[in-house]
């Protein structure tokens, strides 16, 4: 029916689209999607012993947190709460290579958790 490439291709598709309109909120609301996708598809590979794809999608989330949710933190506006989001956000990356390091899928839900409540609290302030 559909090869997987064209499924790819299509969502690519898709999030460029999403990602043209969006504004900066609804971008760092695309972050924390898909940090949690990442997570969540980590976990399935713990399941299914996928260990090079578990580390893949671990890593993808840690740079989803680094690189994408830490740097778009604004220390002058933002303080006190972007230095506590920061260290959050230390924290979370920290805990996800321990995760991949001992294959913990307990370690992925208490980030995954954290890092969905922030992601409630700022879909509430748009």
């Not at 689209?17 to 909120?25: C, E, I, Y």
């Not at 996708?37 to 890593?59: H, P, T, Y």
Request: glycine share 6%; aromatic share 4%.
């Amino acid at each position: 029916m559909y090869s997987a490439r064209g499924v790819q291709a299509y969502a690519e598709v898709s999030l460029q689209s999403q990602l043209s309109g969006a504004t900066p909120h609804q971008l760092i609301t695309l972050l924390f999607e898909g940090a949690h996708n990442a997570l969540l598809r980590a976990k399935i590979c713990i399941e299914q012993g996928k260990v090079a794809e578990r580390g893949k999608l671990i890593s993808k989330a840690i740079n989803i947190i680094d690189n994408g949710l830490r740097s778009a933190l604004d220390h002058e506006k933002g303080q006190p709460v972007a230095g506590e989001l920061d260290r959050l956000y230390e924290y979370l990356s920290r805990t996800l290579l321990r995760a991949n390091l001992h294959n913990d899928p307990a370690l992925i839900d208490h980030v995954d958790e954290l890092l969905m409540n922030i992601a409630s609290a700022w879909k509430e302030i748009e």
